[in-house]
């Protein structure tokens, strides 16, 4: 049973960081991709960043340059270091793995941390 489990979210004030983990559990796919969605109040899921197995990464466009996706495949854990934290990053942020790495291709998801950046 593939089990993916989001920590490290919280209150920051706008220009600080934060560091979120996923510790995923039961997924042996040798090719995959992970990532990070999050989802705003009143606003659609999207996505954030994105790892594949080989190493390639994806960002959108408003958390270039401050926000890093890595993975510690020893350990089978997600991160997420997000810096110069601005409002706008306020929302649920999400987990997902799956085999390929369009937000539909995602079969599994986290529940979820929250992250509220204050101004």
């Known amino acids: 049973q593939v089990q993916l489990l989001e920590s490290g979210g919280g209150s920051v004030q706008a220009g600080g960081s934060l560091k979120l983990s996923c510790a995923v559990s039961?997924?042996?796919?040798?090719?995959?991709?992970m990532g990070w969605f999050r989802q705003a109040p009143g606003n659609k899921r999207e996505g954030v960043a994105t790892?594949?197995?080989?190493?390639?990464?994806n960002y959108t466009a408003s958390v270039k340059g401050r926000f890093t996706i890595s993975q510690d495949n020893a350990n089978n854990t997600l991160y997420l270091q997000m810096n110069s934290l601005k409002a706008e990053d306020t929302a649920m942020y999400y987990c997902a793995a799956g085999e390929y790495c369009p937000e539909s291709e995602m079969n599994y998801w986290g529940k979820g941390t929250l992250v509220t950046i204050s101004s």
């Open positions: 039961g997924y042996d796919y040798i090719y995959y991709c």
């Open positions: 790892i594949d197995s080989d190493g390639n990464t």
